[in-house]
């Protein structure tokens, strides 16, 4: 029988927090959630400004809009998603299912890999937008806070992307190799109890020959 899958035993068992909290995929997890932080609340807060005399604020990467809405909103959903892996991996030994627990590692795997992808887009997008940025009113440590902190995301997110790539694998193995049939293995007892029970078969006491005897006899005269 398999008795583990995707890298926690099958049986559950209690959480242990110290554990969990030391584990590389959960110490880079949370470096995601806090560079996710540093790069919309950044933003949010000192990324967008306003020339003298003039109301209309513009983003600070060289008064591009959609620059700072995409840092915020890939910043925002990585945050969020950095939540809700963090609550699944905690939770992930208590998951007796196998099935249900290819289906997390599948969906960690691949949103890593595409968010990954994104945080090097936003990355280039804004370190390009920076370099032709003009105005003196930019807070310049604030800028490269965010540009920087969208390196670091790349970098974050690809080792979950490796993280969970490695988990599917050790899972596709055990699950592939794990289980054997009782009936067809040879090293089972169960099929050599039933093939004695044949020999340890006894005749019963109330056999033909004892019956025999017990047959009617014509009384003599």
Known sequence: METSAYGASLAGGAFDLWSFLRRPQ????????????????????????????????????????????????????????CVVFFVLDAYFPQISNANERKYIVLGDLGFSGVWTFLWFVCFCF????????????????????????????????????????????????????GYNDPAGDPTSPYPSAYAGAPESYQQSPFTASSAGQGAYQPPDY
């Open 26 to 81: 959960t110490i880079v997890r949370l470096l995601s959630w806090l560079f996710s932080i540093v790069v919309f609340a950044t933003i949010l807060s000192e990324g967008y400004m306003n020339d003298e005399h003039v109301d209309v604020t513009k983003c600070m990467f060289n008064k591009n809009d959609g620059a700072c809405s995409y840092g915020i909103g890939i910043g925002i959903l990585a945050f969020l998603a």
């Open 126 to 177: 804004l370190a390009n937008q920076w370099s032709h940025t003009t105005q003196t009113a930019v807070i310049a440590d604030a800028a490269r806070a965010v540009v920087t902190f969208s390196f670091f995301s790349t970098g974050t997110w690809a080792v979950l992307t490796v993280f969970a790539f490695q988990r599917y694998r050790q899972g596709m193995g055990e699950v592939g190799v």
